[in-house]
């Protein structure tokens, strides 16, 4: 939700004349597809890192416009509320070394950032939910000050027509029963608490969709095996639990609307695709603006001239549809390109164990790109929904389905089966093999422990419960823990439980 928009940008707009500028893009980017309008270039990766800001006392910091004062640097960007920040790191060609500088640039740049932000009375926290949210923290007046956010908030609930319920059912923590949270919010101030990690990969337009299809058969071991999300206000729910509470917290349908099959603007998904305009095409298709705004580009023009074109109002629709695997058009130094947005992860726990999800992610992405016979040619796509909602639901716990090796556990199909092939894509890509060993060897000893951060903390808390405290003492004592690992750098499946 990068872009900016003005803050009246709603009114007096005309949305016929929007959806026509939408879908004049869409033409425009029909016509480079099809005419070579793409400068070849090697695959490179980037990654964005959302993170949360927490006070001396564990609780959320309200402070990200002041704590983006102390940094003055354009890498870091406010997020949807004011306890979260944006870290945008450059994008880099995927070989050699470069996933090893990847996570020393990492290091340094959020040691340095978690000093400055002590200056204001704050620090900063790798997790996928930060376990001491609550219903307070929720309230519309803390989200972050953009005009954006604010716009989608009101576009959202004009949409719906009514408050929302976060509804979850939960996995039960060892030695207790499962919980229910059953929660009405009036703001999209919930979707806050979805802090993630998004892995861009530049591909050219040729081989979009096999990595975008081979993505989407990750997703389901991705967040199994890397799920850090285990509790929301309070409660014990999924072991990612970002991945209901984020189609929850954005919906724009009230039942009555679901009941008729209308998609949600969470979305895995319904097919494997042929090309990313299938991608586009659909968002046109399927969902209305929420962000109105258009701009003076003509496509066309942009294109008669020799000039690639912005795609201003396709790439801000683009924006308000969270796909779990998102088609991206973008620009940089007048050159256009395309990318793969994988956006099923977490943040943290630690710097190496969010290194390592990047590299086996793009190891076996680029593994199953290029397969002779690709893995979704025998899969179905509602399996690897199915998938996705199992790992994240489950995490080790989890049956996945996986072709010709039928349901098993997500530990047991990364090292018998994507584990070799994440090693053979990092290979192909000219990933030196010091570099390939270090990351892939996080993730092996993970799935052989079968530790992730999620269940780390879900025991964590159950220790800490069993010796009388309740359950906000324990998440603060676990917290204050997880944060001591997290900077130690030590990764989550050496990370022993509280005795």
Same mark, same amino acid.
């Given at each position: 939700?990068?872009?900016?928009?003005?803050?009246?940008?709603?009114?007096?707009?005309?949305?016929?004349?929007?959806?026509?500028?939408?879908?004049?893009?869409?033409?425009?980017?029909?016509?480079?597809?099809?005419?070579?309008?793409?400068?070849?270039?090697?695959?490179?990766?980037?990654?964005?890192?959302?993170?949360?800001?927490?006070?001396?006392?564990?609780?959320?910091?309200?402070?990200?416009?002041?704590?983006?004062?102390?940094?003055?640097?354009?890498?870091?960007?406010?997020?949807?509320?004011?306890?979260?920040? /944006?870290?945008?790191?450059? @994008? =880099?060609? #995927?070989? $050699?070394?470069?996933?090893?500088? !990847?996570?020393?640039?990492?290091?340094? &740049?959020?040691?340095?950032?978690?000093?400055?932000?002590?200056?204001?009375?704050?620090?900063?926290?790798?997790?996928?939910?930060?376990?001491?949210?609550? /219903?307070?923290?929720?309230? @519309? =007046?803390? #989200?972050? $000050?953009?005009?954006?956010?604010? !716009?989608?908030?009101?576009?959202?609930? &004009?949409?719906?027509?009514?408050?929302?319920?976060?509804?979850?059912?939960?996995?039960?923590?060892?030695?207790?029963?499962?919980?229910?949270?059953?929660?009405?919010?009036?703001?999209?101030?919930?979707?806050?608490?979805?802090?993630?990690?998004?892995?861009?990969?530049?591909?050219?337009?040729?081989?979009?969709?096999?990595?975008?299809?081979?993505?989407?058969?990750?997703?389901?071991?991705?967040?199994?095996?890397?799920?850090?999300?285990?509790?929301?206000?309070?409660?014990?729910?999924?072991?990612?639990?970002?991945?209901?509470?984020?189609?929850?917290?954005?919906?724009?349908?009230?039942?009555?609307?679901?009941?008729?099959?209308?998609?949600?603007?969470?979305?895995?998904?319904?097919?494997?695709?042929?090309?990313?305009?299938?991608?586009?095409?659909?968002?046109?298709?399927?969902?209305?603006?929420?962000?109105?705004?258009?701009?003076?580009?003509?496509?066309?023009?942009?294109?008669?001239?020799?000039?690639?074109?912005?795609?201003?109002?396709?790439?801000?629709?683009?924006?308000?549809?969270?796909?779990?695997?998102?088609?991206?058009?973008?620009?940089?130094?007048?050159?256009?390109?395309?990318?793969?947005?994988?956006?099923?992860?977490?943040?943290?726990?630690?710097?190496?164990?969010?290194?390592?999800?990047?590299?086996?992610?793009?190891?076996?992405?680029?593994?199953?790109?290029?397969?002779?016979?690709?893995?979704?040619?025998?899969?179905?796509?509602?399996?690897?929904?199915?998938?996705?909602?199992?790992?994240?639901?489950?995490?080790?716990?989890?049956?996945?389905?996986?072709?010709?090796?039928?349901?098993?556990?997500?530990?047991?199909?990364?090292?018998?089966?994507?584990?070799?092939?994440?090693?053979?894509?990092?290979?192909?890509?000219?990933?030196?093999?010091?570099?390939?060993?270090?990351?892939?060897?996080?993730?092996?000893?993970?799935?052989?422990?079968?530790?992730?951060?999620?269940?780390?903390?879900?025991?964590?808390?159950?220790?800490?419960?069993?010796?009388?405290?309740?359950?906000?003492?324990?998440?603060?004592?676990?917290?204050?823990?997880?944060?001591?690992?997290?900077?130690?750098?030590?990764?989550?499946?050496?990370?022993?439980?509280?005795?």
């Amino acid at each position: 939700m990068g872009s900016t928009v003005s803050a009246v940008s709603l009114r007096n707009r005309d949305r016929q004349r929007y959806r026509e500028k939408v879908q004049r893009c869409l033409d425009a980017l029909a016509t480079m597809l099809s005419g070579g309008g793409f400068t070849d270039a090697p695959p490179s990766m980037g990654l964005e890192i959302e993170l949360n800001l927490v006070d001396e006392n564990l609780q959320p910091a309200m402070a990200n416009s002041v704590v983006l004062e102390k940094l003055d640097d354009p890498a870091f960007t406010i997020e949807l509320a004011q306890h979260n920040l /944006e870290f945008n790191v450059r @994008p =880099r060609p #995927l070989r $050699d070394n470069q996933v090893f500088d !990847l996570e020393l640039e990492l290091t340094e &740049a959020l040691a340095d950032a978690n000093l400055k932000a002590r200056d204001a009375g704050a620090s900063i926290v790798l997790t996928g939910m930060l376990p001491t949210l609550r /219903e307070k923290h929720f309230d @519309p =007046r803390w #989200l972050s $000050d953009s005009p954006r956010y604010a !716009l989608l908030n009101d576009q959202i609930f &004009a949409a719906r027509g009514e408050d929302m319920v976060l509804n979850m059912e939960g996995t039960a923590i060892p030695g207790q029963r499962g919980e229910r949270l059953r929660q009405a919010v009036d703001s999209i101030v919930p979707e806050s608490a979805c802090t993630s990690t998004q892995l861009h990969l530049r591909v050219a337009p040729e081989q979009f969709a096999a990595h975008w299809n081979a993505a989407q058969c990750l997703a389901g071991v991705q967040v199994a095996i890397a799920a850090n999300s285990p509790f929301l206000l309070g409660k014990a729910l999924w072991h990612e639990t970002r991945i209901p509470l984020f189609l929850q917290s954005t919906d724009t349908r009230p039942e009555e609307l679901k009941n008729q099959g209308v998609r949600p603007r969470v979305w895995f998904g319904e097919r494997w695709i042929t090309s990313i305009f299938d991608l586009f095409e659909e968002n046109v298709r399927y969902f209305p603006g929420l962000l109105p705004e258009i701009d003076d580009e003509d496509p066309f023009e942009a294109l008669s001239s020799g000039r690639a074109p912005q795609l201003s109002e396709l790439r801000l629709h683009n924006g308000t549809i969270w796909r779990w695997n998102r088609p991206v058009y973008d620009v940089h130094e007048g050159e256009p390109h395309l990318r793969v947005e994988n956006r099923v992860l977490p943040a943290g726990p630690t710097v190496l164990d969010l290194v390592a999800n990047a590299a086996f992610f793009y190891g076996a992405q680029r593994a199953l790109a290029v397969a002779d016979r690709p893995v979704w040619t025998k899969m179905s796509f509602e399996a690897a929904h199915e998938n996705l909602h199992a790992g994240a639901r489950h995490a080790f716990g989890a049956r996945l389905y996986w072709p010709e090796l039928g349901w098993l556990a997500p530990d047991e199909l990364v090292l018998r089966h994507l584990l070799p092939l994440a090693h053979e894509g990092l290979r192909e890509c000219g990933v030196a093999d010091a570099t390939r060993e270090r990351y892939l060897g996080v993730i092996e000893e993970r799935c052989l422990v079968r530790q992730t951060g999620s269940s780390w903390q879900r025991d964590t808390v159950a220790q800490l419960e069993s010796r009388g405290l309740d359950r906000d003492a324990a998440l603060v004592a676990m917290l204050r823990r997880y944060v001591e690992l997290m900077q130690s750098g030590d990764p989550v499946h050496t990370w022993p439980v509280i005795p």
